[in-house]
């Protein structure tokens, strides 16, 4: 079992940043996939960016945002430059083997 906790949510200003953070937890010996994932109100779920085997990232987001992998139990988005259309309920996602595995989320909230 893999447990993911997501944290650094919260509301802020168009043009601020937040870095959000995904605690990992559980059988991580084997994963092959990290990423971040959000879902606007009244929106699919879409992917921020991801890392496996290379990085890539959803074109609204390139140049502003940044996935790192900080350490085997972390992984965090750095997002600058933030505007409303950001704002969305953010996942952390994990995949081994063939199974996804995704925390419940952290609110960010882009608003003048």
């Known amino acids: 079992q893999v447990q993911l906790v997501e944290s650094g949510g919260g509301l802020v200003q168009p043009g601020e940043s937040l870095r959000l953070s995904c605690a990992i937890s559980?059988?991580?010996?084997?994963?092959?996939?990290v990423g971040w994932y959000r879902q606007a109100p009244g929106k699919q779920r879409e992917l921020v960016a991801i890392?496996?085997?290379?990085t890539n990232y959803a074109d609204s987001v390139k140049g502003r945002f940044t996935i790192s992998r900080d350490n085997a139990q972390t992984v965090s988005l750095q997002m600058n430059t933030l505007k409303p259309e950001d704002t969305a309920v953010y996942y952390c996602?994990?995949?081994?083997?063939?199974?996804?595995?995704w925390g419940k989320g952290t609110l960010v909230t882009v608003s003048s």
């Open positions: 559980g059988s991580i010996f084997s994963i092959n996939s």
């Open positions: 996602n994990v995949g081994i083997g063939n199974r996804p595995y």
């Open positions: 890392i496996s085997g290379g």
